[in-house]
């Protein structure tokens, strides 16, 4: 791996040089002039028939009992009436007759009522930063979040999991309300080509209104830069509070990883086009990436304290083995 | 005494201005090509992170200032070229003596093995280097001696002046005396107002020095140049004899003398070359601290361009100094001279002046003889003559030459004739005289002689009862010897014409008259010496072109020089004398006349410097290979510390955060 992590327990070593950017432009590739903006230069399919055949036999797969709207096929903390045997109680009057034990009684003369597990319909939660900051990098970090979104919403969808997904900036942009089965996908796939970048990061904001439309538990997966001067805490907690299964998705270019700047510079934020002059030098190059380190950590720390999943992953590293590989690894998609 | 000081201080002048153009430039907003980025909050951050890690970064910012101010400064003060006064000339006075004279070409300058540096280049780097150690306000003089002293600056403080004086030093053929340099120094130093000091840059081998005319009080300060054993043979005698006419050669005679220290006597060539063919060569062993001398005999038929080489062979390379290793001469056969006698008719003369082999005759051996009517002043043929003989006859008017009267007056002004006297009796003669060393006069009997007045200048050679019987006169450009008396009317019985010191002073007055002896004299001089040449009639500018070519030298001929006298022979060689009849310059010479200058000169074959120098009423000087040091020139050092300063800057600006 060149310097990012290759999944959540993989520590972030930013000092050794990156990856080569991966640029598609005429120019030289990796040139900070031809960093911002790229998103628009990438127009490839989101999901090609290559990865479909590779992810066709994924499911998404959740740590938490999760409950939801209809009868499905994952279990639910609910006893309901699936085949699947999971206690017994005394009889209540009231109780369906059906479902009394007759061995239990023929042996102790007691009437107890059989239990089964409730099998319901999951909740994948898939949530797009398409902020200005994620136009960034070659290859550009938006389009390969899309892309992430379209695999993991496919795997759901297939496997009749109720898929949302929402795109944010400073605030929840756009929503796709909870659809389940394959007929649903050209719908995704539409709402994530009509996601363009644009706008500042307000994390916490699109967390707590997207939280807040959608109550039911499931997987929660997050994909951004996580670049928000506000930080994530709060963001993520929103989703932690209703005990929702949450993966974090850091996506970041090579070239944030490891820029490619020297010298005297003036630094634009495209977010808030805030100034920064710089000298470059290999101290200041060094202190960038301990702090870029310290801020995986936190995010990966946080995670981790509180039972979500983290994966930080490099545009540069090959899609397919973030999904097949990575994804499945951290236990996401099984 | 001590501290520090700037040599040109016009640059510490331009500090405040370059100071304040570096700040203002600090001030100005370096330009930055703009980067988008997708978030400056780690940059930020990384800045923030810099600073709490590095407490003084925020002083890094002026520290890169005050360290570029300070490499400029450090600059400027190398510029200035700063000098640590190290307590030596202050408010001095200094006099740099520097011996150019022949020892000075030994190549053993550093005091080692010969065949490096020069002493000359040695005396003149050490004279630079007390130049560079001036101080503010210092001054010196630059004087070069050999055999006579010659001020090459005046008293100045202007550096460049004295080092540009000390380059154009040349080193010179001529012996060293360094007596007349310390008297010219103690003239000098009356212009000194403040404290002298005088230091001579020599070999030692400098000549007597027991009566100097310096100020016993006047510090002087010996710095020696060259070994203290140093060896060296050289030619100290030559002299080329023609052939006398007889059939027998010429002969050239050398001298050599090993100046070196006490050894093995030792066995070296001598080549001798006519007109640059070998002519000659033999074997010659000399001895340590003697003199050999070795005769060479020439075919009498060859003449020319004499050189004389020693050739040292295996020793040369321990031969100090080369330019005593070759000398240079003429041979040359006495040029005739062109007599021509104006007579009624003379027996005494005309057979006397045919005898004589040195008087030209043409080729039916016939003198040159015109009747005293036939003597024309203004006729331009008289000058192709060297002597006009007047027997008898007192022109009106002469043309410029040399004349020999008998029984006859030249036309000069105040020269007074008080007519004809009897019973003349010589009372006595001048026996050094040319005209009359080796002549009787005694048996001269005059029955009847003029009787003349001398002017002031004029020179009575024989004095006799009634006067001066025999005198020399000249006006202007013609000189004359007169001889009071008629030879044709001397009494047969015992008559002076039959004596044999008739002819010997005939003879004597047709080579001094004639120039001829002038011309032997002239032809091989030493360098230090004067070359003494007849003038030839008509002569009225010559030219002189040193050894190996070079510009020539224009030589005064005054109306009233009876010689053509060449000083100034600073290197050893053959010169050549070109004789013009116009006064103006150019035209075809008339005449040319080569002569030789050599050293020969056993004191400057001697060249093992001296230890110390023995000077009247002063301890003896100790020599020192080395002047004092006065001033520390410091500019190096400043300048390396800019340059130290400057790396020390740029590290600092690799490690900074903000410009």
Redesign the interface.
């Known amino acids: 791996m060149s310097g990012l992590p290759a999944s959540a327990g993989e520590p972030v070593d930013l000092a050794a040089p990156g990856p080569p950017a991966a640029g598609t432009g005429a120019s030289a590739p990796g040139s900070p002039h031809e960093l911002v903006g790229t998103h628009a230069l990438e127009q490839g399919p989101l999901l090609d028939q290559a990865l479909l055949a590779k992810i066709a036999r994924l499911d998404v797969a959740t740590r938490k009992l999760l409950q939801g709207r209809q009868k499905g096929e994952k279990k639910s903390k609910k006893r309901g009436r699936s085949v699947e045997f999971a206690d017994h109680r005394p009889y209540a009057a009231g109780d369906d007759l059906r479902f009394l034990d007759w061995s239990i009684y023929a042996r102790l003369e007691r009437l107890m009522v059989k239990l089964f597990l409730e099998e319901e319909d999951q909740h994948l939660y898939l949530l797009v930063d398409a902020s200005a900051s994620m136009d960034y990098g070659r290859p550009n970090k938006l389009r390969y979040a899309q892309r992430a979104v379209a695999a993991l919403g496919y795997i759901g969808l297939v496997n009749q999991n109720r898929v949302a997904v929402g795109a944010f900036s400073s605030t929840l942009d756009r929503v796709l309300r909870p659809e389940r089965g394959r007929r649903n996908l050209r719908k995704l796939l539409r709402f994530l080509e009509e996601t363009t970048p644009g706008g500042a990061t307000d994390l916490g904001a699109a967390c707590r209104r997207f939280a807040l439309e959608h109550p039911k538990r499931g997987v929660v997966v997050v994909v951004s830069d996580f670049l928000d001067p506000r930080g994530h805490e709060d963001a993520l907690r929103w989703f932690l509070a209703r005990r929702m299964d949450v993966v974090c998705l850091q996506v970041l270019a090579p070239q944030e990883l490891d820029p490619p700047l020297m010298g005297d510079l003036k630094l634009v934020d495209v977010e808030d086009g805030r100034e920064t002059e710089v000298t470059i030098s290999r101290p200041l190059l060094q202190a960038y990436k301990r702090q870029l380190g310290a801020r995986l950590a936190a995010l990966r720390e946080f995670c981790h304290g509180r039972g979500a999943r983290y994966l930080c992953a490099s545009t540069a590293m090959p899609f397919d083995r973030l999904v097949v590989d990575q994804l499945r690894r951290l236990g996401v998609v099984k | 005494m001590g501290g520090l000081e700037v040599l040109t201080p016009g640059w510490l002048w331009a500090a405040p201005g370059l100071l304040g153009a570096l700040v203002l430039l600090y001030f100005l907003k370096?330009k930055?090509?703009?980067?988008?980025?997708?978030?400056?909050?780690?940059?930020?951050?990384?800045?923030d992170?810099?600073r709490v890690?590095s407490p003084l970064q925020r002083l890094r910012m002026n520290l890169l200032l005050l360290l570029q101010a300070l490499a400029l400064l450090l600059l400027l003060l190398a510029l200035a070229r700063p000098v640590a006064d190290l307590g030596g000339l202050h408010g001095t006075d200094s006099l740099l003596l520097v011996d150019v004279s022949a020892s000075m070409q030994a190549t053993d300058g550093a005091g080692g093995a010969p065949g490096g540096e020069t002493r000359f280049a040695r005396a003149v780097a050490e004279a630079r280097r007390v130049v560079d150690d001036l101080g503010r306000g210092d001054r010196a003089i630059v004087v070069a001696f050999d055999d006579q002293a010659r001020v090459v600056t005046p008293l100045t403080d202007s550096k460049p002046a004295l080092r540009a004086a000390l380059d154009a030093l040349a080193p010179t053929d001529r012996p060293t005396r360094l007596a007349p340099a310390l008297d010219r120094v103690q003239v000098l130093l009356q212009d000194a107002a403040r404290e002298p000091a005088v230091y001579v840059f020599t070999d030692g081998r400098v000549g007597p020095l027991d009566r100097v005319g310096l100020d016993p009080r006047v510090p002087l300060h010996y710095v020696r140049v060259g070994a203290l054993d140093a060896r060296n043979v050289g030619i100290t005698g030559l002299d080329v004899r023609p052939s006398s006419g007889l059939g027998d050669g010429g002969r050239v005679l050398v001298t050599l003398h090993d100046a070196s220290p006490p050894g093995p006597a030792r066995t070296l060539g001598l080549d001798l070359r006519l007109e640059g063919e070998l002519a000659a060569s033999r074997s010659v062993t000399v001895t340590p601290g003697q003199a050999t001398t070795t005769v060479f005999e020439v075919d009498p038929t060859r003449e020319g361009r004499v050189e004389v080489r020693l050739d040292l062979g295996a020793e040369r390379a321990t031969d100090a100094l080369p330019a005593d290793d070759v000398a240079w001469g003429l041979l040359r056969p006495d040029e005739p001279v062109r007599v021509l006698l104006v007579t009624p008719g003379n027996l005494f003369l005309d057979s006397a002046l045919r005898e004589d082999p040195l008087v030209w005759k043409d080729a039916r051996g016939e003198l040159p003889v015109r009747a005293p009517e036939a003597f024309v002043a203004d006729d331009p043929a008289l000058l192709d003559y060297d002597l006009i003989v007047l027997d008898r006859t007192s022109p009106a008017a002469l043309p410029p030459g040399s004349f020999l009267f008998f029984a006859g007056a030249p036309p000069f002004p105040g020269l007074e004739d008080l007519g004809n006297k009897r019973d003349w009796r010589v009372l006595d003669w001048d026996e050094a005289h040319e005209a009359t060393r080796f002549v009787n006069f005694s048996t001269l009997n005059l029955p009847v002689g003029q009787r003349f007045a001398l002017r002031d200048g004029d020179q009575a050679l024989v004095r006799a009862n009634h006067g001066p019987l025999v005198f020399t006169c000249a006006d202007g450009d013609r000189r004359a010897l007169v001889c009071a008396f008629d030879l044709m009317s001397l009494p047969v019985e015992g008559a002076w014409t039959f004596d044999p010191s008739y002819p010997i002073f005939l003879a004597n007055a047709v080579r001094w008259l004639g120039g001829a002896s002038r011309d032997r004299k002239g032809l091989l001089v030493r360098t230090a010496g004067t070359a003494e040449l007849r003038l030839p009639p008509g002569a009225r500018r010559a030219e002189l072109t040193p050894p190996g070519g070079g510009p020539a030298r224009p030589l005064a001929i005054a109306p009233t020089d009876d010689a053509l006298r060449v000083t100034d022979l600073d290197r050893a060689g053959l010169y050549e004398v070109a004789y013009f009849a116009a006064p103006e310059p150019g035209g075809e010479p008339t005449r040319r006349v080569r002569f030789a200058a050599n050293l020969l000169d056993p004191d400057e074959a001697a060249v093992a410097a001296a230890g110390s120098l023995v000077v009247a009423d002063r301890a003896p000087l100790q020599g020192v290979p080395r002047a004092a040091e006065q001033n520390r020139d410091l500019w190096r050092w400043a300048a390396a510390l800019a340059l130290a300063v400057l790396l020390l800057e740029w590290w600092v600006y690799?490690?900074?955060?903000?410009?």
């Not at chain 2, 930055?32 to 990384?46: C, F, G, H, I, T």
């Not at chain 2, 690799?654 to 410009?659: I, L, M, P, Q, Y």
């Open positions: 370096l930055r090509r703009e980067v988008a980025v997708s978030s400056a909050l780690l940059w930020r951050q990384a800045l992170d810099l890690n690799n490690r900074r955060v903000f410009v």
